[in-house]
Nanobody, 123 residues
Framework: QVQLVESGGGLVQAGGSLRLSCAAS????????MGWFRQAPGKEREFVAA????????YLADFVEGRFTISRDNPKNTVHLQMNKLKPEDTAVYYC????????????????WGQGTQVTVSS
């Protein structure tokens, strides 16, 4: 059974940093796009970042503004989201996802999801 497990969320002050990690088990996603979405209370889930299987392309939402970066470690079947200069508006549940279609493009959903990790940024 495929499982994506996020870690690294927590409470941080504005301007601080967090590094989210997502570990996949049950199958390998080393040939698939992986990435992150987030959902704030009362808002729709929104795309944050994605990375191709060989890390040759990174996709980042405009609101990231150079503050976040995404990386992956295929042998370890993990993907990371480094978040710097966090703002209160970054407060959300962050979800790791993996493409299962093989034809992911920005604007598309992911086929597998983790349970999410809470990120809270205080002002």
């Amino acid at each position: 059974q495929v499982q994506l497990v996020e870690s690294g969320g927590g409470l941080v002050q504005a301007g601080g940093s967090l590094r989210l990690s997502c570990a996949a088990s049950g199958r390998t996603f080393s040939r698939n796009v992986m990435g992150w979405f987030r959902q704030a209370p009362g808002k729709e889930r929104e795309f944050v970042a994605a990375i191709t299987w060989n890390s040759d392309r990174l996709y980042l939402a405009d609101f990231v503004e150079g503050r976040f970066t995404i990386s992956r470690d295929n042998p370890k079947n993990t993907v990371h989201l480094q978040m710097n200069k966090l703002k209160p508006e970054d407060t959300a549940v962050y979800y790791c996802g993996a493409d299962t279609s093989g034809v992911w493009s920005i604007g598309s959903d992911f086929g597998s999801w983790g349970q999410g990790t809470q990120v809270t940024v205080s002002s």
